[in-house]
């Protein structure tokens, strides 16, 4: 192995000439340490004048003391981090957080690969299931409530509607005044509903709401109805009495079927004043919100 090369001495400058300046920090950082550097002997000590040489470097005694810069293998000359190293990180620490980084910056771009994949491999919108129902303009002109027609035989000739056409929601609305015969004024209400819900899916909501009505309105019944739709609840509250013509009696059916939800609610109040002496029990009224509700929704259908 060839002894690397020592670095040139400076001239002494004459007695109190300033010294020049220096390429090189001072005090020297990369001076090789006592000992010399790469195990070879160490140097002479230098002279007295030789300490103002921009090589000198000063001397720390006692426990201050620190150990001086090691200069790179190869080369002991070169200032350390005067060049970027290029190579692994350190095998403790360094390498498990690099790695970890590593795996992460992977796994994030998988994840992007496979969202994108979705994305075009998936058509928006595909499992919307709205079960071929359509919301009309007009649900009134859709609504078949033929079984009431028994009862209260008097035709509604205004009822109201409205409707609502959005990205996510489509929404029809109808309300119906039942009359009986020779009544001026109307006897019960029928209420109408259908959404169609284009974005969200209605069934985790939906249940929550109906099957459960009774726990957050007071007084309520609820009776789960098969064979309408996925799943439907009749709610109803009855506070007529068979002794005189007062109270009030509420029922209302609740659809769902796929991502549409749909209701048909019956109300009717009465008092001493009330010209309805002989009112529907809730029994009739529940029998004729299921048959009515079943061709509502088939009238609905495209």
Sequence with gaps: MSTPSQPP????????TPAQPS?????????????GPLGFPPAAPASPSAQQSVYAQPTLVGPLAQPQPQPQPGNPYVQPGQYPVVGPPPPTGGGR??????????????????????????PSGSDVDLRGYSAPVNLCNSTDYSSFRT???????????????????????????LKKTGSSYADAYLYVQLDLHKKT???????ATWKNYSESHSGYDVEAVTGIGDEA????????????TSGSLYATLAV??????????YSAYYSSYSNDKDPPTLSEVSG??????RATLAELKD
């Design 151 to 177: 009862e209260y035989a008097a035709n509604d000739s205004t009822p109201t509607h409205n409707s609502l056409g959005d990205d996510a929601l489509d929404e029809a609305l109808c309300n119906l005044s």
């Design 201 to 207: 899916d209605p069934g985790p909501e939906f249940t």
């Design 288 to 293: 004729w919100l299921k048959t009515d509700s």
């Design 23 to 35: 390429a090189y920090p001072y005090p020297h950082p990369q001076s090789p340490a006592p000992g």
């Design 97 to 122: 957080a690099g790695r970890a980084v590593l795996w992460a910056v992977v796994g994030a771009l998988a994840a992007s690969a496979a969202w994108a994949a979705g994305v075009f491999l998936i």
């Design 233 to 244: 609840y009749l709610v109803s509250d009855d506070t007529t009495s068979s002794s005189s």
């Design 256 to 265: 769902r079927d796929g991502w549409v939800t749909y209701t048909m609610s």
């Design 9 to 16: 001495q400076q001239p002494e400058p004459p007695s109190g």
